[in-house]
């Protein structure tokens, strides 16, 4: 199952999650060292919805943004 919306195209972005140790140097450290880099995912917040097109009820997989600003009409 892809995670992807079908109205706007949204889908699943990639980023690192960034692990630090050490105390900061405003608080007396000598600073904030890397001690870690991982690749992580960002999901979109994608709904199974029942919506109305043409007359008839299709099921859409749609996202949270496109919901809230009524891009789409539900069943």
Do not use: W
């Not at 692990?19 to 999901?43: D, F, M, N």
């Not at 919506?51 to 496109?66: D, I, P």
């Amino acid at each position: 199952m892809s995670r992807e919306c079908e109205i706007c195209g949204k889908g699943v972005r990639f980023g690192n999650t960034i692990v630090r140790h050490g105390l900061e140097k405003k608080k007396g450290g000598i600073g904030l060292h890397t001690t870690g880099i991982t690749k992580r995912r960002y999901l979109p917040n994608v709904q199974r919805v029942r919506v109305l097109e043409n007359g008839g009820t299709v099921r859409r997989k749609v996202c949270a943004a496109c919901i809230k600003s009524g891009k789409i009409v539900k069943a």
